[in-house]
């Protein structure tokens, strides 16, 4: 499975955009890379996701290198709700087209007033 | 917006029961997955089930666990013998034909 690397914590200002890095070197060229957030112990929630392009949505940004071995995913403004612990992901797919998720210990990010 | 629901959200249980964890996934939702969480831990995958069977498990879902989806909706995770190691958050997930999984808010299984 490929690995990720994230730095364990990191601190934003309330307004301020949000920069999390991952490592993910290893990556093979059919592999997507998610990002998933978990508030305390709430299941964990989808943000985005890409493959080689960089990817916006409502919630946030995503920067893939061209090489693919590292992305960043942005928070634009972040607020106080976005303190989480946010994982960086590479999507494992399984026979019949299933998938799993292999989650490492992801950054945990507050977000100060 | 549809969501995965799970019930119950806690469950306080003995050493040597049986627990069933219920799901309900987003209606058209193909693939069906459990995690688990043991607390201060990583988000651990378990199995996946698609065609009313299982693609894949985990080292973790040994024979005292199965799954099934009984009625076409509910999406169940039975622990036969449960152990105090098993305490932790356990979450479903589904996707349908798009690539995202999407989680419930869990069951937090306590095992005395």
């Known amino acids: 499975d490929a690995k990720t690397t994230q730095p364990p914590s990191m601190d934003c200002a309330e307004g301020r955009a949000a920069n999390l890095p991952c490592n993910h070197s290893?990556?093979?060229?059919?592999?997507?890379v998610y990002w998933y957030r978990q508030i305390h112990s709430q299941g964990p929630q989808y943000i985005i996701h890409?493959?080689?392009n960089n990817e916006t949505n409502e919630m946030a940004s995503l920067i893939i290198t061209e090489d693919r071995k590292s992305s960043t995913l942005i928070l634009p403004h972040a607020t106080l709700r976005d303190t989480a612990v946010y994982y960086c992901?590479?999507?494992?797919?399984?026979?019949?087209?299933?998938?799993?998720?292999?989650f490492g210990q992801g950054t945990r990010l507050t977000i100060n007033p | 917006e549809p969501e995965v629901t799970q019930t119950p959200s806690h469950q306080v249980t003995q050493m040597g029961q049986e627990v069933i964890l219920r799901c309900v996934p987003i209606?058209?939702?193909?693939?069906f997955y459990w995690y688990r969480q043991i607390l201060g831990q990583k988000v651990e995958f378990l199995v996946s089930?698609?065609?009313?069977?299982?693609?894949?498990k985990s080292e973790i879902f040994d024979d005292q666990f199965s799954v099934e989806r009984p009625d076409g909706s509910n999406f169940t995770l039975k622990i036969r013998s449960t152990k105090l190691e098993d305490s932790a958050m356990y979450f479903c997930?589904?996707?349908?034909?798009?690539?995202?999984?999407?989680f419930g808010p869990g069951t937090r299984l306590l095992v005395l």
């Open positions: 290893t990556i093979s060229g059919n592999e997507y």
């Open positions: 992901i590479v999507r494992v797919t399984l026979i019949q087209g299933a998938q799993k998720l292999v």
């Open positions: 209606s058209n939702h193909l693939y």
């Open positions: 890409g493959l080689k």
């Open positions: 089930f698609y065609n009313n069977e299982i693609s894949e």
């Open positions: 997930a589904g996707r349908g034909v798009q690539e995202t999984q999407y």
